[in-house]
């Protein structure tokens, strides 16, 4: 955009304009998630399960999913990255699980 003069704006905000951008944002989870639906088996039985949805959600909505009013993602948009992540990239993410050896097992007397 040339000749685009940078301004600043300052002010009191909205709060009705904050309520329905957190609502949207309600929404779009619930629709993506169906964990917070309430007529599934899909339920989170541990709170850091429902957060690791969450936070899955979260990664594959801005850096994955192409925004048809951005036409991009909103990671590429705010500069964070410079291409499209896939579904690989966001499981290249995730350390390797570190599986803990058993302590050994006793025979009960019987």
């Known amino acids: 955009m040339v000749g685009c003069?940078?301004?600043t704006i300052s002010g009191d905000s909205d709060p009705a304009y904050f309520y329905q951008i957190r609502e949207r944002q309600n929404l779009t989870m619930r629709m993506y998630i169906r964990r917070f639906t309430l007529l599934t088996n899909g339920?989170?039985?541990k709170i850091e399960?429902?957060?690791?949805?969450?936070a899955l959600h979260i990664v594959y909505y801005n850096?994955?999913?192409?925004h048809k009013t951005l036409r991009t993602t909103?990671?590429?948009?705010?500069?964070l990255t410079k291409?499209?992540?896939s579904i690989e990239d966001i499981v290249n993410l995730v350390p390797e699980p570190t599986i803990k050896k058993r302590g050994s097992y006793k025979k009960k007397k019987g």
């Open 63 to 66: 850096f994955v999913k192409q």
């Open 5 to 7: 003069k940078k301004q």
């Open 43 to 45: 339920f989170s039985k």
């Open 74 to 79: 909103p990671a590429m948009a705010a500069e």
């Open 83 to 85: 291409r499209f992540m």
């Open 49 to 54: 399960n429902h957060g690791y949805a969450i």
